[in-house]
């Protein structure tokens, strides 16, 4: 069976869900304080046990999925923005033009070489091909994402004429943990390796009119070929780049402030459910037509330039 999730960090999440629970897991701790001194080692210090404490526990809790690295797939093309009418081919197409404007943008100053970008739409193709040569069955782990909802009306498209059996679990809203915490997941890519196990429940297959309704869906959305497409009441629909924009502007405070600061707040507190990237890109919109102006150039690229309200 090939697990299918939608963008290569649920990808690497997913892979480590196969084998998870042993002593080795690739992983990397940050500490964010303010403290300075001894109060900044002894923060960091508790936060570590904490983290190790933490990794204990899931490590007990861990429900290994099994299988092979080679079965995990990512549908990382990016559907819910950009030209989906013409189609996927392996030399240039709209599609990877559009995921090389989107690793080229610079959020920190950094640089990207075209053959970082073969790279990555090489490994995009690669997954596609596993995915067209009509395995007996996919796995799709889902979540309420606009991409990931794309990617599965765009699998739909695939086996519409059947002889493959999707199954989808679908990441629910909130997740109660053993401790009793309330978390909510934006994706599966936040999704602690171990827990995927205990989501095998929700494992449910569609049967052969859900997917072909979908794949209905999906050529209507090809026809339109929005900018945009984002999900209404569980429901992808097509829609205009400045969509967001009333979510991103509640973000932006009356003070100067930089960019970054408004990406997040937007993310997390408006729950723009798009990626950083797109938010950025609106915000360089705003400032094109008035509504921001620049403060102070960011030294350090996009994501440290200050902005004021106009």
Same mark, same amino acid.
């Given at each position: 069976?090939?697990?299918?999730?939608?963008?290569?960090?649920?990808?690497?999440?997913?892979?480590?869900?196969?084998?998870?629970?042993?002593?080795?897991?690739?992983?990397?701790?940050?500490?964010?304080?303010?403290?300075?001194?001894?109060?900044?080692?002894?923060?960091?210090?508790?936060?570590?046990?904490?983290?190790?404490?933490?990794?204990?526990?899931?490590?007990?809790?861990?429900?290994?999925?099994?299988?092979?690295?080679?079965?995990?797939?990512?549908?990382?093309?990016?559907?819910?923005?950009?030209?989906?009418?013409?189609?996927?081919?392996?030399?240039?197409?709209?599609?990877?033009?559009?995921?090389?404007?989107?690793?080229?943008?610079?959020?920190?100053?950094?640089?990207?070489?075209?053959?970082?970008?073969?790279?990555?739409?090489?490994?995009?193709?690669?997954?596609?091909?596993?995915?067209?040569?009509?395995?007996?069955?996919?796995?799709?782990?889902?979540? +309420?994402? $606009? %991409? !990931?909802? *794309?990617?599965?009306?765009?699998?739909? /498209?695939?086996?519409?004429?059947?002889?493959?059996?999707?199954?989808?679990?679908?990441?629910?809203?909130?997740?109660?943990?053993?401790?009793?915490?309330?978390?909510?997941?934006?994706?599966?890519?936040?999704?602690?390796?171990?827990?995927?196990?205990?989501?095998?429940?929700?494992?449910?297959?569609?049967?052969?009119?859900?997917?072909?309704?979908?794949?209905?869906?999906?050529?209507?959305?090809?026809?339109?070929?929005?900018?945009?497409?984002?999900?209404?009441?569980?429901?992808?629909?097509?829609?205009?780049?400045?969509?967001?924009?009333?979510?991103?502007?509640? +973000?932006? $405070? %009356? !003070?100067? *402030?930089?960019?970054?600061?408004?990406? /997040?707040?937007?993310?997390?507190?408006?729950?723009?459910?798009?990626?950083?990237?797109?938010?950025?890109?609106?915000?360089?919109?705003?400032?094109?037509?008035?509504?921001?102006?620049?403060?102070?150039?960011?030294?350090?690229?996009?994501?440290?330039?200050?902005?004021?309200?106009?």
């Amino acid at each position: 069976m090939l697990e299918v999730c939608f963008g290569d960090s649920a990808k690497g999440t997913l892979m480590l869900a196969q084998h998870c629970g042993g002593d080795v897991i690739a992983e990397s701790v940050g500490v964010v304080t303010n403290a300075r001194g001894l109060r900044a080692v002894w923060e960091k210090r508790k936060a570590l046990r904490e983290y190790k404490k933490r990794r204990a526990e899931m490590k007990k809790l861990a429900v290994p999925l099994g299988g092979r690295r080679e079965d995990v797939v990512s549908v990382s093309f990016g559907l819910s923005e950009g030209d989906i009418y013409s189609p996927i081919t392996p030399g240039e197409c709209p599609r990877k033009a559009c995921i090389r404007d989107w690793l080229a943008f610079s959020r920190y100053g950094e640089k990207i070489l075209e053959t970082e970008v073969d790279a990555f739409w090489d490994g995009c193709l690669a997954d596609l091909r596993k995915l067209q040569a009509a395995p007996a069955n996919v796995r799709v782990w889902l979540d +309420a994402t $606009p %991409d !990931a909802r *794309c990617g599965l009306l765009f699998l739909a /498209g695939l086996y519409r004429e059947g002889g493959t059996e999707l199954h989808v679990i679908e990441l629910p809203r909130q997740v109660r943990r053993p401790d009793g915490c309330l978390v909510e997941y934006r994706g599966w890519a936040e999704v602690e390796p171990e827990r995927f196990g205990a989501f095998l429940s929700r494992e449910r297959v569609l049967p052969p009119t859900e997917v072909r309704a979908m794949a209905g869906q999906w050529q209507t959305l090809r026809a339109e070929n929005a900018p945009l497409r984002v999900v209404e009441q569980g429901r992808v629909v097509s829609a205009g780049l400045d969509y967001y924009d009333g979510l991103i502007r509640q +973000a932006i $405070p %009356d !003070a100067p *402030c930089q960019t970054a600061q408004i990406i /997040g707040t937007a993310l997390g507190k408006q729950k723009v459910p798009t990626g950083d990237q797109f938010i950025a890109k609106r915000l360089l919109h705003f400032i094109d037509a008035g509504e921001l102006a620049v403060v102070q150039p960011g030294a350090e690229g996009f994501y440290s330039t200050v902005v004021q309200r106009q």
